[in-house]
C-alpha cells in the first residue's frame, strides 16, 4: 500500500493560560491510509507552531466510520516544565517524559491493606512511607 501524505488540520483553537498551553481540535485527512500515528502527528503540529516535539501532546483521536479522516485533540505547553507539572501522568509516560517504576503485586495489595486500617492524615504519612 502507497503511504499518502496525511493533512493536519487544526480547529477550535484556544490559548489556555491558566494551564499555559494551546488547546485544539484535530482533524487528520489520511486517504488511502488506516492510521496515522501519534509521533506524526506530533512532529506536524510542532511544526506548525513552530514548538519542541516534547511539549506537543495529542491524544483522544478516532476515526471516522469509513476511514479516510480521524478527530482528536492536542494541547501545546508553553515549556517543558509546564507539561511535566499541568499533564496527566499517563501521557507523560507514553510520551516518554517520566519513567513508571514498577512495584510488584502483593507490595502493592499489602500498601493497599495498610492503608484500609489508617484515617485522615495517617493515611498520608503511611503512603509515603511505603514509597521509599
Known amino acids: 500500500m502507497a ?3 496525511a493533512t493536519i488540520r487544526t480547529r477550535k483553537f484556544m490559548t489556555n493560560r491558566l494551564l499555559c498551553r494551546k488547546q485544539m481540535v484535530v482533524d487528520v485527512l489520511h486517504p488511502g491510509r488506516r492510521v496515522v500515528a501519534k509521533t506524526e502527528i506530533r512532529d506536524k503540529l510542532a511544526r ?3 514548538a519542541s516535539k ?3 501532546f495529542p491524544f483522544g483521536f ?3 466510520f469509513g476511514g479516510g479522516r480521524t478527530t482528536g485533540f492536542a494541547v501545546i505547553y508553553d515549556s517543558l516544565g509546564y ?3 499541568f499533564e496527566p501522568k499517563y501521557r507523560l509516560v507514553r510520551a516518554g517524559l517520566i519513567e513508571v517504576k514498577k512495584v510488584a503485586r502483593k507490595q502493592r495489595k499489602e500498601r493497599k491493606n495498610r492503608m484500609k486500617k489508617a484515617r485522615g492524615t495517617a493515611k498520608a504519612k503511611l503512603a509515603s512511607a511505603t514509597k521509599k
Open 3 to 5: 503511504r499518502t501524505k
Open 83 to 85: 507539561a511535566k507539572r
Open 62 to 64: 478516532h476515526t471516522k
Open 48 to 50: 506548525m507552531y513552530k
Open 54 to 56: 516534547d511539549t506537543v
